[in-house]
């Protein structure tokens, strides 16, 4: 009989302690937060907040909850509080220039030599933005006429082909320049964001290149990193495969994700070197979900997916008769709330100096600088990524492609060693990449 797998997601709400943070703000949550969670203080509704108008203060910015609806993303982005510094550069004036005037954006984005130089100046402040209240210095500014530095969001890696879009290319564009992802994860959040796919059609075309670009060739079939290679050459570790780097990739999430108890609690994160990949494998087939951190992860961000995502949703659960990884990540400048760019720098420290407090205002001007940008170049001020890489059920844990997703379930819930999904001690096997048409 087809194994059936039991619903592994149930609704479990998110304390606000487990929220944690992507890169320049963004909000990466292990699951759905909702709307009942405790906040101190008085919170301060964005209806509320944009009749304010002028008379809103940067403190009262802080008592804004996280923004839940379309409605309440734009008006954050068009929130405008005076904002004085107490010992402001010649580089924070111009910023607060900008930001006072919102209509020099929007006149810049209608001629073409102008808009070139804003989008580059855009990625520019991207490329800044993840450090310690988002300053940019003028001395930074030198340095970046002299190297051309700026952020793309995307490295190569060597399943892509060279010159394609990248996350700040999307970040900027009207156009779909990525694929359109239908999927979504059964906790999303940003509803009205639209979702890409990272691997497109490219990925399981290039599947079978050879990894130059991840490090997991440094990894151990348990999923720790072998000792000895944290102190000799990487060049001296044979190559693999993409295909055979993922059980690698596999293990990697699977030890970044977070346990919970019966109410959906956060019990503890991180790294479980003590329990085996045998053992969180078997309570993936009997229906665990593997909850994403939410942390960086440079090996599989950049170097196996060629996007910098900083922090992502990556976790490993089932669909149907297979199991599957998941990325989830939200491409956006997201000020307000716990999780925004004012609550990972500022943090509300009563006891912060003149300077600390500087770096939060400029950070949070550059924030609204980058998110109005997006918007005056016709674009939505953000957007989702998504993918899901199915695998065997079995000891190999083999890449399954979109095309044998569907030849690969119906196998799958056939051969289940009577027992469930990846039963039996010698489960049934088949090359997934070499299936009968």
Request: hydrophobic residues 30%.
């Amino acid at each position: 009989m087809a194994f059936k797998i039991k619903n592994p997601f149930r609704p479990q709400p998110t304390l606000s302690n487990q929220r944690t943070l992507g890169r320049d703000g963004r909000v990466i949550s292990p699951v759905r937060q909702t709307d009942d969670d405790t906040r101190e203080g008085t919170v301060l509704d964005y209806k509320d907040a944009v009749a304010m108008g002028d008379n809103l203060k940067f403190e009262d910015l802080s008592r804004i909850k996280d923004p839940r609806t379309a409605e309440e993303y734009d008006a954050s982005i068009s929130m405008q509080p005076d904002i004085e510094m107490s010992n402001p550069s010649l580089m924070d004036r111009g910023v607060k220039f900008l930001y006072d005037n919102p209509i020099i954006g929007k006149v810049a984005s209608y001629y073409p030599l102008m808009n070139e130089a804003y989008k580059g100046a855009t990625k520019f402040m991207m490329a800044k933005s993840g450090g310690k209240g988002g300053g940019v210095s003028m001395n930074e500014i030198i340095e970046n006429i002299k190297s051309g530095e700026n952020y793309t969001g995307s490295d190569q890696v060597g399943w892509k082909s060279e010159g394609g879009p990248t996350l700040a290319d999307q970040f900027l564009s009207p156009k779909d320049l990525f694929k359109v992802q239908n999927e979504a994860p059964k906790s999303d959040d940003y509803g009205w964001m639209k979702t890409y796919s990272l691997k497109g059609d490219e990925f399981d075309k290039g599947i079978d290149a050879v990894d130059t670009t991840s490090n997991y060739e440094l990894y151990g079939r348990d999923g720790l990193i072998k000792p000895e290679a944290l102190e000799s050459d990487s060049s001296n570790f044979d190559k693999r495969t993409y295909r055979e780097n993922f059980p690698y990739v596999l293990a990697d999430v699977m030890r970044r994700t977070e346990a919970y108890d019966d109410r959906g609690d956060l019990k503890d994160s991180g790294y479980n070197p003590n329990k085996s990949m045998e053992e969180n494998f078997k309570d993936l087939y009997k229906g665990k979900t593997f909850y994403g951190t939410g942390e960086e992860n440079i090996n599989l961000g950049r170097g196996y997916l060629g996007a910098d995502m900083g922090g992502m949703r990556a976790g490993v659960s089932t669909k149907g008769n297979l199991p599957y990884m998941s990325v989830w990540d939200a491409n956006d400048y997201q000020t307000l709330g716990k999780g925004g760019w004012l609550a990972k720098w500022e943090q509300n420290n009563p006891n912060a100096t003149e300077k600390e407090k500087d770096q939060a205002k400029r950070g949070y001007m550059q924030a609204q600088l980058l998110s109005r940008a997006s918007r005056d170049q016709g674009a939505a001020g953000g957007f989702k990524t998504y993918d899901q890489f199915f695998f065997t059920p079995d000891k190999y844990q083999d890449y399954i492609s979109d095309e044998d997703k569907e030849f690969m379930q119906e196998f799958y819930g056939i051969h289940d060693a009577g027992g469930g999904m990846g039963s039996g001690s010698e489960p049934i096997v088949i090359n997934a990449t070499k299936k009968k048409k």
